[in-house]
């Protein structure tokens, strides 16, 4: 079974507007991080969010907000104020801890590409 | 500070030649990875060193070996390339405690002909 599924391959918006990015996860383990990454046409990955499993708040980080419902095991993205430069493609990430060791081992979705119109 | 620094940015190899992809972090991060992205598909895991001495196999280890030379340097080696590693290779670093995102390298575009 895929650990990370990312269900929308594409998504547009309207520059301004916000946009909501799904990302559901499957795991079995208490203990859990999950991240959002963007990836410019550049190619660099960079690290946007990150969300413990045990938070109890969502994390905010300037426009991007991560939904996180546990219950439901889905960890969305939602970006406010849309930017042209938004214009990218976006992966979900799962860290397990197993037993309190990962070594940070990411396990990614196949990813969401935004565009943002003007 | 450059963060993770990945040589070369772009190689081209015949099927057969062996190759190695330097990655380079100042971070004093212990753990450091490596991932290949795929078109349309998200990265997937190599190998990863824990700390300066441990290395273990991750998703896709097949055709590859690593060697973590010390806490700053850790290489992918491909001894006989095939078509099929054609690929564009990340190299990630993070440390094992405090911020618990993982940093990338820009990446090495790899094609084997």
């Known amino acids: 079974a895929q650990k990370i599924t990312q269900t929308q391959p594409g998504m547009f918006v309207q520059e301004k507007e916000a946009v909501t990015l799904d990302c559901t996860y499957d795991?079995?383990?208490?203990?859990?991080?999950l991240f959002w990454y963007k990836q410019p046409s550049s190619g660099e990955m960079i690290f946007l969010i990150y969300q413990g499993s045990y938070d109890q708040q969502n994390a905010t980080e300037g426009r991007y907000s991560l939904n996180f419902q546990k219950a439901r095991k889905s960890a969305n993205l939602v970006i406010s104020a849309s930017q042209l430069g938004d214009s990218a493609m976006y992966f979900c990430?799962?860290?397990?801890?197993?037993?309190?060791?990962?070594?940070?081992?990411?396990?990614f979705g196949q990813g969401t590409i935004l565009t943002v119109h003007p | 500070n450059a963060g993770v620094t990945q040589t070369p940015k772009f190689q081209v190899l015949k099927t057969g030649q062996s190759m190695t992809l330097q990655c380079a972090q100042d971070?004093?991060?212990?753990?450091m990875y490596w991932y290949r992205q795929d078109p349309g598909m998200g990265l997937r895991l190599i190998y990863y060193?824990?700390?300066?001495?441990?290395?273990d196999k991750g998703e896709v280890p097949n055709g590859y070996n690593v060697s973590r030379l010390n806490k700053r340097e850790f290489s992918l080696r491909l001894e006989s390339a095939a078509p099929s590693q054609t690929s564009v290779y990340f190299c990630a670093s993070s440390s094992l405690t405090g911020a618990p995102g993982q940093y990338f390298g820009p990446g090495t575009r790899l094609t084997v002909l």
């Open positions: 060193s824990a700390s300066e001495g441990t290395t």
């Open positions: 971070m004093n991060h212990n753990s």
């Open positions: 990430a799962m860290r397990e801890y197993a037993g309190g060791t990962s070594y940070g081992k990411l396990t």
């Open positions: 795991t079995s383990d208490p203990s859990y991080g």
